[in-house]
């Protein structure tokens, strides 16, 4: 499961392989800034893994603990899974348990496992839609319960026709005990990629946006042409290049004085440029603003006058004049009060423009000050 999250985080077709299985395993592991996957699933505190533990008391030492709910346990509840016990780190992150404290599972094995679980996983997804009705519910009588166990009996059923099929096949011709009986599901049984399939596909258990790209029947493919190799070697020395320089900036990769003094002056010359950018679009709104004040004013006496107008024609028994006068003071009117909500809308994005340069400018003094 936690391959696939990670597989799904690096699924890009612009980049190798030997690039996407690094990436892959630093997601796993945690390293190199990663936040790791693996830590946040037996911490349990992870919005997007937490949803699968529950906490209970312990009846013989009465203290609360958090463990893996029945319904997503690997082996359906038979043994219990608790976080600090059986959920920990080193249970999880070697190749093999004979390999503990030596040999990390690697990226390589990691995309190997993503494949193996998602064609198990729309396995399961195709014998769920056949047992939920037209309306993506369980029949009337039935609950997620039932559908899980109708998808585990396929499943089952699917492996034991596998299995069958191997033994026959290595038995001699003309041996007469070629029938095998056929085993009723283990209760503690699961398929390869059972849990995924309740957290990130399941349609009962997971909504359309929490669940995996990987898993979608029809899949979304990346639109427009693939890097080539060449291409896609500069791509990923650029992106290496700009990581090592922010390592560099924010302290986090040991430095020379040499280079300590080059970071300086760039963030230096960049707070400067800005500045000095900020002060031209000050100026310029300024201009701005005393133009349209200057047309307000303007149409404010022109908008005085015509009413003025429209009240001697009245007077003069013109009414038509006084009319037409009236229709044009209520034209400045209007152009007055689109020129004021221009004004102010001006000065909105003015003040957020002014907020995101001090942000900016207080990030690149931190760097400095690093």
């Known amino acids: 499961m936690l391959a696939c999250v990670c597989c799904e985080n690096s699924s890009d077709d612009d980049k190798l392989l030997g690039d996407r299985q690094e990436m892959v395993f630093e997601a796993y592991h945690g390293l190199n800034g990663c936040s790791s996957q693996l830590g946040l699933l037996v911490e349990g505190v992870d919005s997007k893994y937490n949803m699968i533990y529950e ?27 608790a976080v600090g016990y059986e959920m920990v780190v080193d249970n999880f992150v070697h190749a093999t348990m004979q390999s503990k404290g030596q040999t ?23 014998h ?56 009723d ?38 639109k427009g042409k693939s890097l080539s190799r060449q291409e896609s070697r500069k791509k990923m020395k650029k992106e290496k290049e700009k990581k090592r320089w922010s390592e560099l900036a924010t ?52 908008k005085d006058q015509e009413l003025r107008t429209a009240d001697l024609f009245y007077k003069l028994g013109q009414p038509e004049n006084a009319l037409m006068a009236v229709q044009r003071a209520q034209q ?15 000065m909105a994005q003015q003040q957020e423009e002014e907020k995101k340069c001090r942000t900016k400018i207080k990030s690149w003094i931190y760097c400095y000050r690093m």
């Not at 585990?152 to 290595?170: P, V």
């Not at 909504?207 to 898993?215: A, H």
């Not at 960049?270 to 000095?276: C, E, M, Y």
């Open 55 to 81: 906490e209970i008391t312990d009846s013989t030492t009465n203290k609360t603990k958090k463990v893996v709910k029945a319904i997503y346990s690997p082996n359906r509840g038979v043994q219990e899974l």
């Open 104 to 126: 990390l599972i690697n990226g390589r094995k990691l995309i190997n496992m993503s494949k193996a679980t998602v064609g198990y996983v729309k396995k399961a997804l195709a």
């Open 128 to 183: 769920a839609s056949s047992f939920l009705d037209s309306n993506k519910q369980t029949p009337s009588g039935n609950n997620i319960n039932d559908l899980l166990d109708y998808v585990l009996d396929e499943m089952w059923e699917e492996e034991w026709i596998i299995t069958t099929s191997k033994k026959k096949s290595k038995q001699q011709q003309g041996d007469g005990n070629n029938v095998i009986e056929k085993k």
């Open 185 to 222: 599901r283990p209760k503690n049984w699961t398929f390869f990629g059972y849990v995924a399939f309740c957290m990130f596909a399941c349609p009962l258990l997971t909504q359309p946006d929490d669940r995996l790209e990987l898993f979608c029947p029809t899949g979304k493919k990346k």
């Open 251 to 302: 302290g986090n990769r040991g430095v020379s004085m040499d280079q300590s003094h080059h970071i300086n002056s760039i963030v230096i010359n960049n707070i400067s440029v800005l500045q000095q950018q900020q002060s031209e679009i000050r100026k310029k709104n300024r201009d701005e603003m005393m133009v349209r004040s200057s047309h307000v004013r303007e149409a404010l006496v022109a």
């Open 332 to 346: 400045l009117s209007s152009f007055i009060d689109s020129k004021r909500e221009e004004t102010e809308q001006k």
